[in-house]
């Protein structure tokens, strides 16, 4: 089992891959090895995913996503061609796929039933705002309901008080020894994610640069540990 699963994960950080070319994401995950706990490789940035070749001599987990548009991603094509990839992540023995959860579910069992040794990303988006905490709390049940191994859910915070709402979810899957990431994303999010992992969340996920950002609100790696020593 992966070392990310085992235990109450703390203060972890993911950081996205967002290239558009091969060499370029390449150029991006030796830059952001020595900073991140894990990667995601957002296959839907790039043209031309070359999986094999992203992940050769990989040092640290891989996230593989291919977000589609209506959950905040760039691709546009067929689902059955948009998952084909989570199948090749599959066969390569990558550490997680993160799949939608809105996927079409005939799909998304396939994923589920052949995944190996992989690990299941279920994930749930809201770019308009923050449902209230059972309606949060419902979605995190069927995404264990339907067979994810971690449940992931990112909102929009349009007050400071959202990031309570979402952060009730952390002792919510606590005590039912689930494994879940989850932070609200925009300026007034971004205490939620500094203080997800520390309250039990699996990780939580930063930028390279601001510039680099996958979602806003993204904090640096630096900007994290800094807020991370002060509150320490």
Not at 127 to 136: D, I, M, V
Not at 140 to 166: H, P, Q, W
Request: charged share 30%; net charge positive; hydrophobic share 35%.
């Amino acid at each position: 089992m992966s070392p990310l699963l085992r235990g109450r994960a703390r203060r972890r950080i993911c950081l996205p891959i967002v290239e558009t070319t091969t060499e370029r994401a390449i150029q991006a995950i030796h830059e952001a090895h020595p900073l991140a706990d894990l990667l995601e490789l957002r296959l839907d940035y790039l043209r031309n995913p070359a999986l094999e070749r992203l992940s050769s001599g990989r040092k640290k987990p891989f996230i593989i996503t291919n977000r589609r548009k209506e959950e905040g991603g760039r691709y546009r094509g067929s689902e059955s061609r948009r998952l084909e990839v989570f199948e090749e992540a599959i066969d390569l023995g990558m550490d997680f796929i993160d799949v939608e959860l809105e996927t079409q579910r005939s799909l998304l069992y396939r994923l589920i039933n052949n995944k190996g040794e992989t690990k299941v990303i279920l994930s749930f988006h809201d770019f308009t705002g923050t449902p209230s905490q059972q309606e949060l709390k419902t979605i995190c049940d069927r995404m264990f309901e339907r067979g994810g191994d971690i449940a992931k859910i990112v909102t929009f915070a349009k007050s400071y008080e959202d990031n309570l709402n979402i952060l009730s979810l952390l002792p919510y899957a606590r005590r039912r020894n689930l494994k879940i990431v989850t932070f609200c994303m925009g300026e007034k999010g971004r205490m939620s994610r500094i203080f997800a992992p520390m309250m039990g969340a699996a990780w939580t996920y930063g930028c390279l640069s601001r510039t680099r950002a996958s979602a806003p609100g993204q904090l640096t790696p630096a900007e994290m540990k800094e807020f991370w020593r002060r509150l320490r």
